[in-house]
């Protein structure tokens, strides 16, 4: 037999080179979240730049519209209340393609029907208020107004719907109208629930909510001595809603003011009138 080659034993303390390969596994997973989050920060920034764009074109655009339609409806009010108001009804018709806050989709047609029509308010006011509550506000008109018109009074706009009174809560606080308040209940409930408004209120508004006598009625605890309450009605409403106001002037402790009549330049002029009373 042949003999065998002496067995080798291994050597110690050397190891086999290291091969560097790239990023473990590990390393490249907690890497890639890191990049598709500020991926998506990024996406989200220009998404957000693009629509803050978009509603600033709007506003430009409707606050043009806007003074054309006050210069054919023959209204000087402040035009420092003008950005605000135009913010908001930017906001309001967004939130009417979620919530049915009004039938008017139409910017333009929103313009004449809800801002000029309650900014016409301001020709019935002779004295600043300083707390006005706008009955039954719905989409927020004419109580907006109102607080653009007066950025110093304090505007509580009455919504027994849950759901529309946040939305016009979220309106007007995206608006920049910080002395707008929504409270969500039923009218008739503020002077039980909110003792602190009787007949505290300079200025109660109303619009296409209920009849004359109905809203006055509501109006009345509220209104301090020498306080108005101004509606909006129709150029032509029934007559026996006329009398029926009439007749309940004096229980109310209402005297009638002079109506202000006015038109409103919308797809065609529309006649409208302001019926306010002054609280004795």
Same mark, same amino acid.
């Given at each position: 037999?042949?003999?065998?080659?002496?067995?080798?034993?291994?050597?110690?303390?050397?190891?086999?080179?290291?091969?560097?390969?790239?990023?473990?596994?590990?390393?490249?997973?907690?890497?890639?979240?890191?990049?598709?989050?500020?991926?998506?920060?990024?996406?989200?920034?220009?998404?957000?730049?693009?629509?803050?764009?978009?509603?600033?074109?709007?506003?430009?655009?409707?606050?043009?519209?806007?003074?054309?339609?006050?210069?054919?409806?023959?209204?000087?009010?402040?035009?420092?209340?003008?950005?605000?108001?135009?913010?908001?009804?930017?906001?309001?018709?967004?939130?009417?393609?979620?919530?049915?806050?009004?039938?008017?989709?139409?910017?333009?047609?929103?313009?004449?029907?809800?801002?000029?029509?309650?900014?016409?308010?301001?020709?019935?006011?002779?004295?600043?208020?300083?707390?006005?509550?706008?009955?039954?506000?719905?989409? $927020?008109?004419?109580?907006?107004?109102? *607080?653009?018109?007066? #950025?110093?009074?304090?505007?509580?706009?009455? /919504? &027994? @719907? %849950? !759901?529309?009174?946040?939305?016009?809560?979220?309106?007007?606080?995206?608006?920049?109208?910080?002395?707008?308040?929504?409270?969500?209940?039923?009218?008739?409930?503020?002077?039980?629930?909110?003792?602190?408004?009787?007949?505290?209120?300079?200025?109660?508004?109303?619009?296409?909510?209920?009849?004359?006598?109905?809203?006055?009625?509501?109006?009345?605890?509220?209104?301090?001595?020498? $306080?108005?309450?101004?509606?909006?009605? *129709?150029?032509?409403? #029934?007559?026996?809603?006329?009398?029926?106001? /009439? &007749? @309940? %002037? !004096?229980?109310?402790?209402?005297?009638?003011?002079?109506?202000?009549?006015?038109?409103?330049?919308?797809?065609?002029?529309?006649?409208?009138?302001?019926?306010?009373?002054?609280?004795?």
């Amino acid at each position: 037999m042949s003999p065998q080659p002496p067995s080798r034993r291994p050597r110690r303390g050397r190891r086999a080179p290291t091969v560097y390969t790239g990023p473990r596994d590990a390393d490249r997973q907690s890497e890639a979240p890191m990049e598709t989050e500020n991926e998506r920060r990024d996406s989200e920034n220009e998404e957000t730049d693009s629509l803050e764009a978009l509603e600033r074109g709007r506003v430009d655009e409707g606050l043009k519209d806007l003074a054309e339609l006050l210069e054919l409806s023959d209204l000087d009010c402040p035009k420092r209340s003008l950005p605000r108001i135009q913010r908001y009804l930017v906001r309001m018709l967004e939130e009417n393609e979620k919530l049915n806050l009004s039938g008017i989709r139409d910017m333009h047609e929103a313009l004449a029907l809800h801002v000029v029509d309650s900014l016409f308010l301001w020709t019935a006011i002779a004295k600043p208020p300083k707390l006005i509550l706008d009955i039954g506000s719905g989409n $927020g008109f004419p109580g907006v107004a109102a *607080a653009s018109l007066w #950025p110093g009074a304090r505007v509580i706009l009455v /919504e &027994r @719907r %849950q !759901k529309k009174s946040a939305a016009i809560a979220t309106c007007a606080k995206a608006a920049g109208m910080t002395n707008v308040e929504c409270l969500a209940l039923d009218a008739g409930q503020l002077p039980s629930l909110h003792a602190e408004l009787r007949r505290s209120c300079d200025l109660v508004l109303s619009r296409a909510t209920a009849s004359l006598s109905e809203i006055a009625k509501l109006a009345s605890p509220l209104l301090r001595r020498e $306080g108005i309450l101004v509606q909006w009605k *129709a150029m032509q409403f #029934p007559e026996e809603e006329r009398k029926e106001y /009439e &007749r @309940r %002037q !004096k229980q109310l402790q209402l005297q009638s003011r002079e109506d202000l009549i006015y038109v409103i330049h919308a797809a065609e002029p529309r006649p409208r009138r302001l019926v306010s009373a002054l609280k004795t």
